[in-house]
Nanobody
Framework: QVQLVESGGGLVQPGGSLRLSCAAS??????????MGWYRQTPGKQRELVAG???????NYADSVKGRFTISRDNAKNTVYLQMNSLKPEDTAVYYC??????????????WGQGTQVTVSS
């Protein structure tokens, strides 16, 4: 059993900042975590990639967040972060953590967090 537990969402004014965290845990041994990422979804729209980071630290971002959001990870803590600055109302969404994880040296699988609401409003 794998869990991705997210935290850090909330209500913030336009121009403000939030930091999301997502920690992975498992009942078995987490033998490796490959890519980790953050996605977001608004009602009636498909879930979209916001930012991703490889096990080696290479990152990629959606064009809409480049220069404002920063993804990072702490491999010792099995945790990925998303620092969001200069937030805009259009960033309002439910943000989901995703990770490709190998348990007990088995084939890696995709796992998702439960989602955390980010609302940008004055």
């Amino acid at each position: 059993q794998v869990q991705l537990v997210e935290s850090g969402g909330g209500l913030v004014q336009p121009g403000g900042s939030l930091r999301l965290s997502c920690a992975a845990s498992a009942s078995g041994t987490i033998s490796s975590i490959n890519t980790m990422g953050w996605y977001r979804q608004t009602p009636g729209k498909q879930r979209e990639l916001v930012a991703g980071i490889s096990s080696g630290g290479s990152t990629n971002y959606a064009d809409s967040v480049k220069g404002r959001f920063t993804i990072s990870r702490d491999n010792a803590k099995n945790t990925v972060y998303l620092q969001m600055n200069s937030l805009k109302p259009e960033d309002t969404a439910v943000y989901y953590c995703n990770a490709k994880i190998s348990i007990n040296w088995r084939q890696p699988r995709d796992y998702w967090g439960q989602g955390t609401q980010v609302t940008v409003s004055s």
